[in-house]
C-alpha cells in the first residue's frame, strides 16, 4: 500500500471539504437539528460530498465511513470522514472546528489528517512516521503531574442520560488539574494533546470519526490513548482517554 499517496489524498480532500466550510463560515442558510442538541448544516453536506468525490476519484475501491452519508461499501481500505467536527462552534460562528479524515486497514488506523481551516492549522500523521503540524513534527507535553496539567473533555450529545457520572468525573477532575476546557471538537481536542497545548482528553458516547485521525495524530506524537478502563483504544470504542503519558494513570483513576 502506497502511504505516501494515502496521505497526499487525504490532505487534498481536508483542503477541499476545508474550502466550502470557508465558504460557507458566517454564511449559513439553514441549519437544523439531528438531536436536541446535535445540528447539521449544508456545509456538513457539502464538505462531506467534496472530500467523499476526492477520495473516490484516487481510490474508487475503497470503503468509506462518514458522519452525514453513512457508510459506503468497498474493499482495501476504509476513509473514516468526519466533514465538519464543531458543527455547533461552526454555526455560532466559532472558527474552533475542523475537517477530520482517517484511513484504516484491517481495523488499524494507518493515516489521519485533521485540518482547521480558519486557525491555519493542518495535522498530520501516518503510522511509524511521527506527527506534523504544518510539516514540523509536534510532540506531547512533559507535564509530570496532574495537578500541574491542562485537561481538556467533551459533553456528549447524550449527557442527559449519563449526566451524573459524566459531572462527578468532571468535578473530580477539576479538582485535581490545573485547569479544564471545553472547545467543542474533539478532533482538534486529541491534535492539541499531540502538540503539548493540552497534556489530557477525555470523553466518552463518541464516534469513529469524531477520535480516529486525531488517535493517529496523538499517539505519534507520543501520547498514551486508552479507553476508561485502561484497554487499548480502537476505532469503535465509544469513549477515550488520551495523555503524554506521564499522568495517565493518575487521569484514568478519577475517570474510572
Known amino acids: 500500500m502506497d502511504m505516501e499517496q494515502i496521505r497526499r489524498v487525504g490532505i487534498a480532500a481536508a483542503f477541499n471539504g476545508g474550502k466550502v466550510l470557508r465558504e460557507h463560515f458566517g454564511n449559513l442558510r439553514s441549519v437544523r437539528k439531528k438531536g436536541a ?3 447539521v448544516t449544508e456545509a456538513d453536506i457539502q464538505s462531506e460530498a ?3 468525490d476526492t477520495i473516490a476519484r484516487a481510490f474508487p475501491e475503497h470503503a468509506i465511513l462518514a458522519e452525514e452519508s453513512g457508510p459506503h461499501e468497498g474493499g482495501g481500505g476504509r476513509w473514516i470522514i468526519d466533514p465538519l467536527d464543531g458543527t455547533t462552534n461552526f454555526a455560532h460562528n466559532l472558527p474552533l472546528f475542523c475537517v477530520s479524515i482517517a484511513f ?15 486557525l491555519g492549522e493542518l495535522f498530520v500523521a501516518v503510522k511509524d512516521q511521527g506527527a506534523q503540524l504544518n510539516g514540523a513534527p509536534i510532540f506531547v507535553s512533559a507535564t509530570p503531574t496532574l495537578a500541574d496539567s491542562l485537561l481538556v473533555t467533551g459533553f456528549p ?6 449526566f451524573d457520572r459524566m459531572m462527578g468525573r468532571f468535578g473530580r477532575c477539576l ?3 490545573q485547569g479544564i476546557r471545553r472547545l467543542g471538537s474533539a478532533a482538534l481536542d486529541l491534535c492539541y494533546v499531540a502538540n503539548g497545548r493540552f497534556d489530557g482528553f477525555w470523553e466518552q458516547h463518541l464516534q469513529p470519526w469524531d477520535t480516529a485521525a486525531g488517535f493517529l495524530v496523538a499517539r505519534e506524537a507520543g ?9 487499548p483504544y480502537a476505532i469503535e470504542s465509544d469513549e477515550i482517554v488520551s495523555t503524554n503519558g506521564a499522568i495517565h494513570d493518575e487521569l ?4 474510572k
Open 223 to 231: 501520547a498514551r490513548t486508552s479507553v476508561f478502563s485502561g484497554a
Open 175 to 177: 479538582t485535581a488539574a
Open 37 to 39: 442538541i446535535d445540528l
Open 104 to 118: 484504516a486497514a484491517n481495523e488499524e488506523i494507518l493515516a489521519g489528517v485533521v485540518l482547521a481551516p480558519l
Open 252 to 255: 484514568l483513576n478519577l475517570l
Open 50 to 52: 467534496a472530500i467523499i
Open 157 to 162: 450529545y447524550d449527557h442527559a442520560t449519563i
